[in-house]
């Protein structure tokens, strides 16, 4: 069976060459996750991939510590760190679990903000992984998240995915996902501890909830 770890880098380069396929939604996303940011900040992102929205978010903050699972993908973050000329990433392999980052761990906080993007639902148990978050949070610490609804799907086309899915799955051509509702997401938030702060769907179909939320 493909692990996680193992598919993610087999899919790293071909990841870092796709165009994001829906600019406007992820633009959405930057411009509402700006706004909470300080300049004082201390930032965690898990499931980084190759690190594009850690660095287009680098200028908002103090410093971000910026971590995937996968070491090709981290590779790839690195050197678009040192092309671009941002000092204040560091990207690490890890996951939220605690494992080794470079000689440390996530729990290196506590972070101002805590973010993630499109990695809940790729997630066996998204709920222990949010409070997971919560705990490398300080007091009043947000965590603003963009998950992949899939359960917002219109029947056929949710039916037609979940029967595709485990087939790409044997072959290795997709990661486990979790069929996740926009009601998934924000119970998550709120069973860890979260208060949610402000939601959107970016884009609408299927909706890819966006979530700011904040640790009590």
Same mark, same amino acid.
């Given at each position: 069976?493909?692990?996680?770890?193992?598919?993610?880098?087999?899919?790293?380069?071909?990841?870092?060459?796709?165009?994001?396929?829906?600019?406007?939604?992820? /633009?959405? =996303?930057?411009?509402?996750?700006? !706004?909470?940011?300080?300049?004082?900040? %201390?930032?965690?992102? +898990?499931?980084? #991939?190759?690190?594009?929205?850690?660095?287009?978010?680098?200028?908002?903050?103090? /410093?971000? =510590?910026?971590?995937?699972?996968? !070491?090709?993908?981290?590779?790839?973050? %690195?050197?678009?760190? +040192?092309?671009? #000329?941002?000092?204040?990433?560091?990207?690490?392999?890890?996951?939220?679990?605690?494992?080794?980052?470079?000689?440390?761990?996530?729990?290196?906080?506590?972070?101002?903000?805590?973010?993630?993007?499109?990695?809940?639902?790729?997630?066996?148990?998204?709920?222990?992984?949010?409070?997971?978050?919560?705990?490398?949070?300080?007091?009043?610490?947000?965590?603003?998240?963009?998950?992949?609804?899939?359960?917002?799907?219109?029947?056929?086309?949710?039916?037609?995915?979940?029967?595709?899915?485990?087939?790409?799955?044997?072959?290795?051509?997709?990661?486990?996902?979790?069929?996740?509702?926009?009601?998934?997401?924000?119970?998550?938030?709120?069973?860890?501890?979260?208060?949610?702060?402000?939601?959107?769907?970016?884009?609408?179909?299927?909706?890819?909830?966006?979530?700011?939320?904040?640790?009590?």
């Amino acid at each position: 069976m493909v692990t996680a770890e193992s598919f993610w880098d087999k899919t790293a380069e071909r990841y870092a060459k796709s165009p994001v396929k829906d600019m406007a939604a992820y /633009e959405q =996303t930057l411009d509402r996750t700006r !706004a909470w940011l300080l300049p004082g900040d %201390r930032m965690l992102e +898990v499931g980084c #991939g190759t690190g594009t929205t850690a660095l287009l978010l680098a200028e908002k903050v103090q /410093e971000i =510590t910026a971590s995937d699972i996968s !070491a090709s993908m981290i590779e790839i973050a %690195r050197g678009k760190a +040192v092309d671009q #000329g941002v000092s204040n990433v560091n990207f690490r392999q890890g996951t939220l679990e605690g494992s080794p980052l470079d000689g440390g761990s996530l729990g290196e906080g506590p972070y101002d903000v805590v973010t993630a993007y499109n990695f809940l639902h790729l997630l066996e148990d998204p709920a222990a992984a949010v409070a997971r978050v919560r705990g490398l949070l300080k007091p009043e610490g947000l965590f603003i998240s963009k998950t992949v609804c899939l359960a917002g799907f219109s029947f056929w086309k949710r039916l037609l995915v979940k029967l595709l899915i485990p087939v790409m799955q044997l072959v290795g051509k997709a990661p486990y996902v979790r069929f996740m509702s926009v009601n998934d997401v924000e119970r998550c938030m709120t069973e860890a501890g979260f208060e949610i702060l402000e939601t959107g769907d970016y884009p609408a179909s299927p909706p890819c909830r966006f979530v700011v939320a904040r640790k009590r």
